[in-house]
């Protein structure tokens, strides 16, 4: 690997995974903390750590000046950001590049592009790629208008619609309006959460799709031209419009024999027009909805690698950080076209929280924690992971999600029976976590059926003991 030092402007699963990978590769790295964080895993698992600042995200990990100095500190040449924090921060990306370092990830440009989702809107439909219908450029709230135009639109493409927040994601900043009646207010309280947790106050419509799916594809382009997608991921185990469980390939009865296969390939050229059109470099996922008919619309762009890509180097083979690294230093990818997807493989996001009470973070201490019998698990059937050890805490400053497991199966039922067993081994003491809920989720007759949608899992938290 060209790059002489690797700083990972991240913490937790994420940041040790991408340390594990830079490991393997021989390439030295330095990892970033907060106070909160002394402790953690990842500080651990690097050559090198820096103390970004105190534990708030706003003082450390999303302290761009504190990243850049530790850049300086100990001469790293390559940042990867891992997911959220800065991963899709075109200030940072360039401060970087003004370093003399390179991000591991998307150009600035195309940051800019896909940071707005305005902005994704209208290159989607500049490559011919159906967003779902709604309006095409932001709501102007502090007009007089904007009552009346935000309710045209709702009647032109028809209710019930959703209010989103420009700037928004992760369920923060949406609101489904279902009649006039509750326009305005849906309207300023969008706004608000966007102003508040964005410091955008634009907001936007679209048709609110009943029982959608939400389905994903994996891109990866490099700097020569090269695109190709690496196949889809199933992501519509939810709660708070959150995922808590992906899987690939998409069990959907619409993805099924001759026809499901044409429709599959017409998602995946679909994704690729749209990161063609801006010059994409290195991993990204274009998001979609599916309504009940199968019909796939244009969501966004998650400029950076995701939370659930285990899934996909599951069934690839594929190391994405690896190529990741490859691609930014320069290097081609290898040909993809016919890349071999084999079996199927399943994700659960094991989180400190409390089903029962709306999925309320629960912090404190991991005083015991056994990811099996035989202790943290990495192999080509299973893979925990995970972000804490025991002696940790879990504080209130951050996600509270602490792992991932993931399974691989010759088939979806022998995955999924694979993870459950993985899932059942587990021992987490004393905190609460959301284990018996993803349980409960994998075991119904819903799930096996692979027919569900963004609104099936939630209900099992009230049937579920904390």
């Known amino acids: 690997m060209p790059f002489a030092k690797v700083l ?14 830079c490991k393997r590769l021989g390439v030295p790295t330095v990892a970033v903390y907060s106070e909160a964080d002394a402790a953690a895993p990842h500080v651990r698992d690097a050559d090198e750590a820096v103390l970004l600042g105190p534990a708030p995200a706003k003082d450390s990990y999303l302290n761009v000046d504190a990243v850049l100095d530790a850049i300086g500190r100990t001469g790293a040449t390559a940042v990867h950001p891992g997911y959220g924090f800065l991963s899709e921060n075109s200030r940072f990306a360039r401060a970087v590049a003004e370093r003399g370092a390179v991000f591991v990830g998307p150009p600035p440009e195309v940051l800019d592009a896909f940071g707005d989702k305005m902005k994704a809107r209208h290159v989607a439909l500049s490559a011919e790629t159906t967003p779902v219908p709604g309006t095409d450029t932001p709501l102007a709230l502090d007009s007089a208008e904007a009552l009346a135009e935000a309710t045209a639109v709702a009647e032109r493409v028809g209710y019930p619609v959703i209010v989103k927040a420009v700037g928004g994601g992760g369920g923060i900043g949406m609101q489904i309006v279902r009649d006039p009646a509750g326009m305005e207010r849906a309207l300023k309280s969008c706004s608000d959460r966007g102003r508040a947790s964005f410091s955008d106050a634009r907001v ?21 031209g090269a695109a190709y997608a690496l196949g889809e991921r ?25 026809a499901g296969e044409a429709r599959r390939a017409a998602l ?63 290097e081609r990818l290898p040909d993809w076209s016919h890349l071999p997807r084999v079996g199927h493989a399943i994700e659960a996001r094991i989180c400190c929280e409390d089903p029962a009470k709306g999925f309320a973070p629960k912090p404190g201490p991991i005083d015991e924690l056994a990811w099996t019998p035989e202790g943290e698990v990495l192999t080509r059937e299973v893979r925990v992971e995970s972000g804490v050890v025991a002696g940790n805490t879990v504080t209130p400053y951050y996600d509270p999600m602490i792992a991932k497991l993931c399974a691989w199966g010759e088939t979806r039922a022998g995955a999924i029976a694979r993870l459950d067993a993985l899932l059942a081994g587990v021992h987490i003491a004393p905190t609460v976590t959301n284990m018996a809920f993803v349980r409960r989720v994998l075991a119904s007759p819903e799930f096996a059926s692979g027919e569900y949608d963004t609104g099936f899992a939630e209900p099992f938290a009230k049937r579920t003991p904390a």
């Open 8 to 21: 990972v402007a991240n913490r937790g699963e994420i940041a040790r995974r991408v340390l594990r990978t």
């Open 234 to 258: 199933e992501c519509s185990v939810q709660r708070r419009h959150q995922k808590i469980i992906e899987e690939t390939p998409s069990p959907a009865a619409f993805f099924q024999g001759e």
């Open 204 to 224: 936007y419509i679209e048709r609110y799709v009943a029982k959608p799916r939400h389905i994903e594809v994996q891109v990866f382009c490099d700097a020569h």
């Open 268 to 330: 995946y050229e679909a994704a690729l027009r749209v990161v063609r059109k801006v010059g994409y470099v290195g991993a990204g996922t274009c998001e979609f909805i599916a309504d009940e008919a199968g019909n796939l619309y244009f969501l966004e762009v998650n400029a950076r690698l995701q939370v659930e890509h285990p899934v996909t180097e599951l069934v690839t083979g594929l190391d994405l950080v690896e190529w990741q690294l490859r691609v930014a230093a320069g």
